[in-house]
């Protein structure tokens, strides 16, 4: 029985790639450190800070890499709150509420960024469960995240789907048993459908989605 949609945050309820991609590409060249966006799209898209400033600064000690990663996510949320949601998302989680959906955000951002993005897009009392990849023992590409919140809202892997835009999210979401629909924010459809993807789709306005998800409950 279909019974819960689980939600990606970035890239997925709202594009904030070009600020990150922005913020990191600034920061980073302040250390001598020089990336591009598809440098940006294959190894820094959807991954956990701590990760991502170990291949990219391994030279800094843990005090240094924490203080890079507070002062890089500080710089991002004095520009998220002009943030919007991807078109189609407010009409995607009302749907879902209408026919007793449950909805879970799961999410590698650190938390003082989520929950700011929630607060901001007025969310913050929105889903059933926040899985937070930092408070997990593995974050994503790990499917811990994703087993995690089946497991908080007592759910088979086959009664949930997940919405995904990264590499590291699809793995993590499909490693879970989870299908998964890509959201072609960040990435080519090839690139989501090579990882797993069963759909892709643009935004959640796309007709495919919601042939699909009309389709789920008719069966159900």
């Known amino acids: 029985m279909f019974s819960a ?92 509420k209408q026919h007793h959906l449950k909805c879970a955000l ?27 990849g930092e408070e997990q023992t593995a974050a994503k590409p790990d499917p811990t995240p994703y087993k995690v919140a089946l497991e908080k809202l007592g759910l088979q892997p086959q009664e949930a789907i997940a919405i995904e835009d990264s590499p590291s999210g699809m793995r993590s979401a499909v490693d879970a048993g989870i299908r998964t629909i890509g959201i072609t924010s960040t990435q080519a459809p090839e690139t989501l459908q090579n990882l797993g993807a069963f759909m892709t789709i643009s935004d959640f306005a796309d007709s495919q989605l919601w042939t699909f998800l009309n389709s789920l409950l008719s069966i159900d």
């Open 106 to 132: 799961v999410t590698n951002a650190p938390k003082l960024n989520a929950y700011h993005m929630l607060e901001a897009l007025q969310l913050k009392e929105a889903f059933d469960i926040i899985i937070l």
């Open 5 to 96: 949609i689980l939600f990606d945050f970035d890239g997925t309820i709202v594009n904030t790639d070009p600020i990150h991609y922005k913020i990191w590409k600034d920061f980073l060249l302040e250390y001598n450190v020089e990336i591009n966006e598809e440098i940006f799209k294959s190894n820094f898209a959807g991954r956990h800070n701590p990760d991502i400033i170990q291949d990219v600064l391994p030279h800094l000690s843990a005090e240094e890499s924490e203080r890079f990663a507070q002062e890089k996510e500080a710089r991002f949320r004095e520009q998220a709150s002009l943030l919007k949601t991807i078109s189609g998302f407010t009409q995607l989680f009302a749907w879902s």
